[in-house]
């Protein structure tokens, strides 16, 4: 079952409200207790007053008890005032009493405000207490009274709590009132304060709804220098990383497409020589050089494509990372000579070695650089008079080995350069495929010199020559990687 919604804006101003009024309850409870507390210690400093000067009395009289009063007659009872209810200070009139509680002079008739704290004050304590006297609430201060170091009675005085009691009342009544008003306006800043703080992410969200797999250019509104400014950036980051998936995407998926139609094209001129020599061969009977010369030409367009299908699958293999490598030390003078006697015999010009003497071993597979680097020279040569010149050097700088081609050619025009290593690719479309090859010779250069770590690179100037230069890492440990 769905839960019900509730936005963001909502629940973090009503999580405002919940806080304010938790801390004002706190407040309002410190308030009044702390009002509470001044007021009673106001009290007890007025009943310690009234305390000094009543004991200081007793004292007197308590040192010439013996001596009673002229009022004084023994067994009567001295008549105590009246209770008035309006005078306070008849009401609230020192009473004198023993350690058990009763009256302290025998013709008096004082009884304790508060019994409990007569046990303690007798025990020499000096205490203040808030009690009940009928429906009057009263603060009573009981002091223990000594004559000779010991403790014979104890006076309590006391003093009505109505006015604290009436101050707290209106205080509390106050604050209830006030509290309701408070988190009202609480409410109102909070969702004010809330919904600007959320007007960023608003335009986020509207934003965001609209970007999609054909607008990923399009970025999130990015203001200020806070966390939500710093999450749009963090998105804007993520879209510009998924914007250039996307187009690595469409351009691997228009590399993927171009790759397949060249690859039909290029198996399908094989096929068609192959079915085109057969039919002829079969539609009417032949002489031996005739059929001999039909196989030949099968025979060659086999090989073409078996050509085209060994490189496809070295292609394919290195694009699933399945291209290993034998690296072991290989001696450059060696692997350059190979790579020439392989190349050479042909009527091309002569291709001169240049390298410097005692050049340190190569780690990496010479199979498949001798392959790259025979590639290299098929190239230049099909691209160079016979008059022009090709050079085959090997150099070492910057803990790097340099193996450059350089011919004098024909050259290639600057916006074929970044292509060249393309599958298929050819700088000259109307070029005939006997002189240009299968078009995968360069890719398959660059997936070797890749593997090995390094880079493969082409500067040329129609009508001067080209130069290409294989880079590979000197040190070979991390190219030795299955």
Same mark, same amino acid.
């Given at each position: 079952?769905?839960?019900?919604?509730?936005?963001?804006?909502?629940?973090?101003?009503?999580?405002?409200?919940?806080?304010?009024?938790?801390?004002?309850?706190?407040?309002?409870?410190?308030?009044?207790?702390?009002?509470?507390?001044?007021?009673?210690?106001?009290?007890?400093?007025?009943?310690?007053?009234?305390?000094?000067?009543?004991?200081?009395?007793?004292?007197?009289?308590?040192?010439?008890?013996?001596?009673?009063?002229?009022?004084?007659?023994?067994?009567?009872?001295?008549?105590?005032?009246?209770?008035?209810?309006?005078?306070?200070?008849?009401?609230?009139?020192?009473?004198?009493?023993?350690?058990?509680?009763?009256?302290?002079?025998?013709?008096?008739?004082?009884?304790?405000?508060?019994?409990?704290?007569?046990?303690?004050?007798?025990?020499?304590?000096?205490?203040?207490?808030?009690?009940?006297?009928?429906?009057?609430?009263?603060?009573?201060?009981?002091?223990?009274?000594?004559?000779?170091?010991?403790?014979?009675?104890?006076?309590?005085?006391?003093?009505?709590?109505?006015?604290?009691?009436?101050?707290?009342?209106?205080?509390?009544?106050?604050?209830?009132?006030?509290?309701?008003?408070?988190?009202?306006?609480?409410?109102?800043?909070?969702?004010?304060?809330?919904?600007?703080?959320?007007?960023?992410?608003?335009?986020?969200?509207?934003?965001?709804?609209?970007?999609?797999?054909?607008?990923?250019?399009?970025? !999130? *509104?990015?203001?200020?220098? +806070?966390?939500?400014?710093? &999450?749009?950036?963090?998105? =804007?980051?993520?879209?510009?990383? @998924?914007?250039?998936?996307?187009?690595?995407?469409?351009?691997?998926?228009?590399?993927?497409?171009?790759?397949?139609?060249?690859?039909?094209?290029?198996?399908?001129?094989?096929?068609?020589?192959?079915?085109?020599?057969?039919?002829?061969?079969?539609?009417?009977?032949?002489?031996?050089?005739?059929?001999?010369?039909?196989?030949?030409?099968?025979?060659?367009?086999?090989?073409?494509?078996?050509?085209?299908?060994?490189?496809?699958?070295?292609?394919?293999?290195?694009?699933?990372?399945?291209?290993?490598?034998?690296?072991?030390?290989?001696?450059?003078?060696?692997?350059?000579?190979?790579?020439?006697?392989?190349?050479?015999?042909?009527?091309?010009?002569?291709?001169?070695?240049?390298?410097?003497?005692? !050049? *340190?071993?190569?780690?990496? +597979?010479?199979?498949?650089? &001798?392959?790259?680097?025979? =590639?290299?020279?098929?190239?230049? @040569?099909?691209?160079?008079?016979?008059?022009?010149?090709?050079?085959?050097?090997?150099?070492?700088?910057?803990?790097?080995?340099?193996?450059?081609?350089?011919?004098?050619?024909?050259?290639?025009?600057?916006?074929?350069?970044?292509?060249?290593?393309?599958?298929?690719?050819?700088?000259?479309?109307?070029?005939?495929?006997?002189?240009?090859?299968?078009?995968?010779?360069?890719?398959?250069?660059?997936?070797?010199?890749?593997?090995?770590?390094?880079?493969?690179?082409?500067?040329?100037?129609?009508?001067?020559?080209?130069?290409?230069?294989?880079?590979?890492?000197?040190?070979?440990?991390?190219?030795?990687?299955?």
């Amino acid at each position: 079952m769905r839960q019900p919604f509730m936005s963001f804006r909502l629940r973090l101003t009503l999580w405002n409200v919940g806080i304010m009024a938790f801390l004002l309850l706190v407040l309002g409870v410190i308030i009044r207790f702390t009002t509470q507390a001044a007021i009673g210690a106001s009290m007890d400093r007025q009943l310690e007053a009234r305390a000094r000067t009543s004991v200081e009395h007793w004292r007197r009289f308590d040192r010439d008890r013996m001596y009673p009063p002229p009022w004084y007659r023994p067994g009567q009872r001295r008549p105590r005032p009246a209770p008035d209810a309006s005078n306070a200070f008849v009401r609230f009139w020192p009473r004198t009493l023993d350690t058990t509680g009763a009256p302290y002079l025998p013709w008096a008739d004082d009884r304790p405000w508060d019994p409990e704290s007569v046990a303690k004050s007798a025990a020499g304590q000096t205490i203040s207490t808030s009690v009940w006297s009928g429906r009057e609430h009263i603060r009573v201060r009981s002091i223990p009274l000594h004559y000779n170091h010991k403790v014979i009675g104890v006076m309590q005085i006391a003093s009505s709590l109505a006015n604290m009691d009436q101050a707290l009342a209106s205080l509390t009544v106050t604050m209830l009132a006030l509290v309701p008003l408070m988190l009202i306006a609480c409410g109102l800043a909070a969702a004010n304060i809330t919904g600007r703080a959320m007007r960023p992410v608003r335009s986020m969200a509207q934003t965001a709804g609209r970007i999609g797999a054909g607008n990923l250019s399009e970025r !999130l *509104p990015v203001s200020g220098n +806070d966390e939500v400014a710093e &999450l749009a950036r963090t998105i =804007n980051s993520m879209l510009g990383r @998924l914007d250039d998936a996307f187009t690595q995407l469409e351009h691997s998926f228009q590399q993927q497409r171009r790759f397949t139609a060249d690859a039909s094209h290029e198996l399908r001129t094989p096929l068609t020589a192959i079915k085109g020599n057969v039919s002829l061969a079969l539609a009417a009977d032949r002489t031996a050089a005739e059929y001999r010369s039909a196989l030949e030409d099968t025979n060659r367009a086999t090989d073409i494509m078996h050509q085209i299908v060994q490189e496809l699958l070295f292609l394919a293999r290195s694009d699933a990372n399945q291209l290993r490598l034998e690296a072991r030390p290989i001696d450059v003078h060696e692997l350059l000579q190979s790579s020439v006697d392989a190349v050479q015999g042909l009527e091309r010009p002569t291709v001169v070695i240049e390298t410097p003497d005692h !050049l *340190p071993p190569l780690c990496g +597979d010479p199979n498949l650089l &001798l392959r790259a680097i025979v =590639n290299l020279l098929v190239n230049a @040569l099909k691209h160079t008079r016979l008059n022009g010149a090709i050079s085959l050097s090997a150099s070492l700088e910057d803990n790097k080995y340099y193996i450059t081609v350089t011919d004098t050619g024909e050259g290639i025009p600057a916006e074929h350069l970044p292509h060249l290593t393309e599958r298929f690719y050819r700088a000259d479309a109307s070029r005939a495929r006997s002189q240009g090859g299968t078009g995968l010779g360069l890719a398959i250069c660059r997936c070797i010199v890749e593997a090995h770590g390094g880079t493969l690179t082409f500067v040329s100037k129609v009508g001067v020559g080209t130069i290409v230069t294989i880079c590979l890492p000197f040190s070979a440990p991390a190219m030795i990687e299955g």
